[in-house]
């Protein structure tokens, strides 16, 4: 185990769309002996993600969109779907979700059970993700969804049984690890 943790100095390497910093740290290890090492990280700020069910339907709201990343890691189109998700910025991870999830999907949700958060990508990204569940009905659809227009996001918004989103999973048409989860988690916990 390592212990007494201390950053000796931070360079910020780009800040172009988020910040990429290259941290310098030292530590004590169990024997004793203090250490340096290097590491960069991604800092993008907080988000938070749902999955909107139906009970009575046995349906879930997913989103489709183009994610760059993906596409310049082998992922042909570039498309991937996936829960409905977004940045905290300054809203708490409930307000936050429920922003997007009316952004994205044309659904207001009011209540948003929160069931944990999640670092997906510790190594390399400072990111820590709101997981959320929260049930929708026909009732609760303002708008046609599809993302915010000034932000160009282009958002498909899809409706499946969960058993064939959970197929999809098996297939390899979900890819996207937040949604793995949430998909999971609603199984496991008999949402629908």
Same mark, same amino acid.
């Given at each position: 185990m390592i212990q007494n943790i201390k950053i000796v100095s931070t360079e910020i390497l780009s800040d172009n769309w988020y910040v990429l *910093?290259?941290?310098? @740290?030292?530590y004590s290890k169990k024997d004793g002996t203090e250490k340096k &090492?290097?590491?960069?990280?991604?800092?993008?700020? $907080?988000?938070?993600?749902?999955?909107?069910? $139906?009970? &009575? &339907?046995?349906?879930?709201?997913?989103?489709?969109q183009f994610r760059l990343p993906s596409f310049i890691n082998g992922n042909e189109s570039g498309m991937l779907t996936e829960t409905c998700a977004g940045l905290l910025d300054d809203n708490t991870p409930e307000d936050c979700i429920i922003k997007e999830a009316?952004?994205?999907?044309?659904?207001?949700? *009011?209540?948003?059970?929160?069931i944990f958060d999640? @670092?997906?990508?510790?190594?390399?990204?400072?990111?820590?993700?709101? +997981? +959320?569940?929260g049930e929708y009905s026909e009732s609760m659809k303002v708008g046609e969804g599809g993302g915010a227009e000034h932000e160009e996001e282009n958002i498909e918004v899809l409706e +499946? $049984?969960? !058993?064939?989103?959970? *197929?999809?999973? !098996? $297939?390899?048409?979900?890819? !996207?690890? *937040?949604?793995?989860? %949430? %998909?999971?988690?609603?199984?496991?916990?008999?949402?629908l």
């Open positions: *910093k290259k941290i310098t @740290y030292s &090492q290097v590491r960069e990280a991604y800092d993008r700020g $907080n988000g938070a993600t749902i999955l909107l069910y $139906n009970k &009575q &339907q046995k349906t879930i709201i997913l989103t489709r009316e952004e994205e999907t044309g659904y207001r949700i *009011k209540d948003v059970h929160r999640v @670092y997906m990508s510790p190594g390399a990204v400072t990111e820590r993700i709101y +997981f +959320f569940v +499946f $049984n969960i !058993d064939h989103a959970l *197929k999809m999973v !098996d $297939n390899g048409e979900i890819k !996207d690890g *937040k949604t793995i989860i %949430l %998909l999971q988690y609603a199984k496991l916990h008999d949402l």
